[in-house]
């Protein structure tokens, strides 16, 4: 642990690195802090910082900019950092104005962080471990053909052609729909081919086609999260003009990102931070992860993430992710009809 005097002269020179993204002097944590030191005193702490590993001096430089160590102890003393009251409440604003698609919210929830953070914001789908049934329109295109518009849970929608043997009006399809919204409302997959339900020829053809959706549903892996940001990150001292950015650039040209946020598991509303060599991923280790998880518990998970320099805001990117987490958690729990997980967000 740190004394008070090396933990503020440390924070000092955090968040000067963030702002300016220039090594930071002792004169500088001196005017920054207002300590009642002298500029000997402040060196002789910094010099016990780098020393200890919390700092670096980069060569030819007569000032101090933070290690991977430095930047861990920093985000742990804010790590429960959370947006302020005003901010909640226009990002509820901005939420609420937008139809009630999970596709509108994931969109949304990319760019609303990425704006404030300026970095990349990622967001996956909510994924289930089986789709689950929730209603089924069919609309008549033709006498023998109809169109079969099947809804998950989570709002995802799949669309399949039907075609049948004999002429079916819409009055009949209306009703085969009813019957079989009611029968398997809430069923994956393999319940609703399993279910004991009597069906008439007409129905085996849609039942059949709502298989098929679901399977289709089932066997999509790995789909693209939602990206924001890009430009943000190109912007970066660290990345303007080098090949450091390359890495992360192939991995979402590879469509390897979601896959790569999917797989971390989370506790109830927590939020990692990964610091440069922590990522377990070689291809980011240049960059800092802040992850949120949103959804709901055994049912529908997402990620929701930043990526950026080890220099990056990670109080303002912590709140973010918290409080935009806490929001999506809302809705999707609203989706199915549940009780969203209670949390704090300010």
Partial sequence: MLNPRSETILSSIIRQYIERAMPVSSAAVISECGLDVCSATVRNEMVRLEEEGYILKPHHSAGSVPSDKGYRYYVESIKHAQMSLTDQLLINHLFHQVEKEMENWLSLAAGLVSQRVHNVAVVTQPKQTASKYHHLELVTLQENLALAVLILRGARVRQQLVSFDDAVGQFELTAISQRLNQAFDGLTRTQVEKANVLLSDTEKKVHAAVLKMMQAEDEQRNEE??????????????????????????????????????????????????????????????????????????????????????????????????????????????????????????
């Fill in 225 to 346: 999260p939602y990206l924001e940001g890009l430009n943000y990150l190109l912007e970066q001292p660290e990345f303007a003009r080098s090949q450091r950015a390359h890495s992360l650039m192939e991995l979402v040209e590879k469509r390897q990102l979601g896959r790569m946020l999917g797989e971390e598991e989370f506790e109830a509303h927590e939020i990692k931070v990964y610091i440069g060599q922590e990522n377990r991923e070689q291809s980011i280790r240049d960059f800092s992860v802040v992850l949120g998880s949103y959804g709901l518990p055994n049912e529908a998970r997402g990620t929701l993430g930043v990526i950026g320099p080890t220099r990056m805001n990670y109080e303002k990117t912590i709140a973010a992710v918290r409080y935009l987490s806490l929001v999506m958690s809302a809705l999707v729990a609203e989706l199915y009809g549940r009780e969203p997980e209670m949390g704090s967000g300010g």
